[in-house]
């Protein structure tokens, strides 16, 4: 399991390699370059999912229930 990914801002296209929880998906993530708010996308459990290079450690080892927005409501 790979537990760093690249994420990279769809605004202004600055990418970063930050460390993925083990433990609970990443819902938010300010870009370090232009301050932006990142979410995820619909569809995806976190921004690592959307945004980054490798998808998060529950999504890697397919965890029964699917990702982590197993409880997630909008």
Known sequence: ?????????????????????????QFFYDC???GTLLRPNPGDCC??????TIPCPP???EEVGGCCD???TD
């Open 1 to 25: 399991m790979q537990l760093e990914s690249t994420i990279t801002c769809p605004k202004c296209g600055g990418a970063s390699t930050e460390t993925m929880p083990t433990d609970a998906c």
């Open 32 to 34: 370090p370059h232009c």
């Open 47 to 52: 921004v690592f999912c959307s945004f980054g």
């Open 59 to 61: 999504k890697q080892g």
């Open 70 to 72: 197993a409880g997630m």
